[in-house]
């Protein structure tokens, strides 16, 4: 039975799967490489839960119950205990390769690692393990305290036993997970960013302004977000790096990555996170 869960990662994903793992009663473990990003990390679950007070959907004395499961630290020696561990770490499988050997030399051979890449083989990531048939992806969609989705990704030599246990998981989260198999992208970003890559694709060959190009794709296919808009929020370096890993793994040219997405990311802009995308924003 899963009673302690450590979070690899402060950031936006990782501290809202904290926040929605705490919420539900486990003891959390939340470790990064510095004491700045666990206190913007934390600074940010506090913020999200006194949303829910304000609005009257949970009490105060809940709020500091549920911080109070949260354990955020440097050392990942804290982990050494946990029952499962998610690592939501930067999008690169080298970083994420080397994270998971180190784990996998210091907790127990029956513990699980979720990794909640967006794109990356759950196959080869676990081939760098011990433990292949207790490795799976478990991507959490953003802002993850609200977004119901957990794409729950078997890769070739993940067990059924870790399967049930990811999905029960995932479900007392309060979570809807989706079974899928490994692929690049997997199903949620092999459909998703090439919309998005082709709207960038129409706004470099001067089809139509940014939001000419979003405002069709909401009022004429009732999308909540426009492809620019959203590519804004995701990040455009994430966008592009998800690109990369369709386009290098399927060696189609229909994956290839739009010259103007890699010209925004190599100046920078990145989107809502540096201030400036395909839209400017007010930090």
Same mark, same amino acid.
């Given at each position: 039975?899963?009673?302690?869960?450590?979070?690899?990662?402060?950031?936006?994903?990782?501290?809202?799967?904290?926040?929605?793992?705490? /919420?539900?009663?486990?003891?959390?473990?939340?470790?990064?490489? *510095?004491?700045? &990003?666990?206190? /913007?990390?934390?600074?940010?679950?506090?913020?999200?839960?006194?949303?829910?007070?304000?609005?009257?959907?949970?009490? $105060? =004395?809940?709020?500091?119950?549920?911080?109070?499961?949260?354990?955020?630290?440097?050392?990942?020696?804290?982990?050494?205990?946990?029952?499962?561990?998610? =690592?939501?770490?930067?999008?690169?499988?080298?970083?994420?390769?080397?994270?998971?050997? =180190?784990?996998?030399?210091?907790?127990?051979?029956?513990?699980?690692?979720?990794?909640n890449?967006? *794109?990356?083989?759950?196959?080869?990531?676990?081939?760098?393990?011990? /433990?292949?048939?207790?490795?799976?992806?478990?991507?959490?969609?953003?802002?993850?305290?609200?977004?119901?989705?957990?794409?729950?990704?078997?890769?070739?030599?993940?067990?059924?036993?870790?399967?049930?246990?990811?999905?029960d998981?995932?479900?007392?989260m309060?979570?809807?997970?989706?079974?899928?198999?490994?692929?690049?992208?997997?199903?949620?970003?092999?459909?998703?960013? $090439?919309?998005?890559?082709e709207?960038?694709f129409?706004?470099?060959?001067?089809?139509?302004? $940014?939001?000419?190009?979003?405002?069709?794709?909401?009022?004429?296919?009732?999308?909540?977000?426009?492809?620019?808009?959203?590519?804004?929020?995701?990040?455009?370096?994430?966008?592009?790096?998800?690109?990369?890993?369709? &386009?290098?793994g399927?060696?189609? *040219?229909?994956?290839? $990555?739009?010259?103007?997405?890699?010209?925004?990311?190599?100046?920078?802009?990145?989107?809502?996170?540096?201030?400036?995308?395909?839209? =400017?924003?007010?930090?």
């Amino acid at each position: 039975m899963i009673k302690s869960f450590g979070v690899i990662g402060a950031g936006t994903m990782g501290n809202g799967i904290a926040q929605v793992a705490a /919420r539900s009663g486990l003891l959390v473990v939340m470790r990064d490489v *510095s004491d700045e &990003y666990l206190r /913007r990390g934390f600074k940010s679950i506090d913020k999200s839960l006194q949303r829910d007070v304000d609005k009257q959907r949970l009490a $105060p =004395e809940e709020k500091e119950r549920i911080l109070g499961r949260i354990k955020p630290t440097t050392e990942m020696e804290e982990l050494r205990e946990t029952d499962f561990i998610v =690592e939501a770490v930067t999008e690169d499988f080298a970083a994420k390769a080397t994270l998971f050997r =180190e784990l996998d030399k210091l907790v127990r051979p029956d513990v699980i690692f979720a990794t909640n890449t967006s *794109s990356i083989s759950i196959t080869r990531l676990g081939a760098a393990t011990t /433990r292949p048939g207790r490795f799976i992806g478990m991507h959490f969609m953003n802002p993850v305290p609200v977004m119901k989705l957990v794409e729950v990704i078997r890769g070739i030599a993940t067990s059924d036993e870790t399967y049930a246990t990811t999905r029960d998981l995932a479900e007392s989260m309060g979570k809807t997970p989706v079974e899928v198999n490994d692929a690049p992208g997997f199903v949620s970003n092999r459909v998703l960013m $090439p919309m998005i890559n082709e709207a960038v694709f129409a706004l470099y060959e001067g089809v139509g302004a $940014p939001g000419a190009i979003d405002q069709i794709m909401k009022l004429g296919m009732n999308h909540p977000m426009g492809p620019l808009e959203l590519a804004d929020f995701i990040g455009l370096d994430v966008c592009l790096a998800i690109m990369n890993v369709l &386009y290098d793994g399927f060696n189609d *040219s229909k994956y290839r $990555p739009c010259p103007l997405l890699k010209k925004y990311v190599d100046a920078g802009w990145l989107g809502r996170k540096s201030g400036k995308g395909f839209y =400017e924003y007010q930090n």
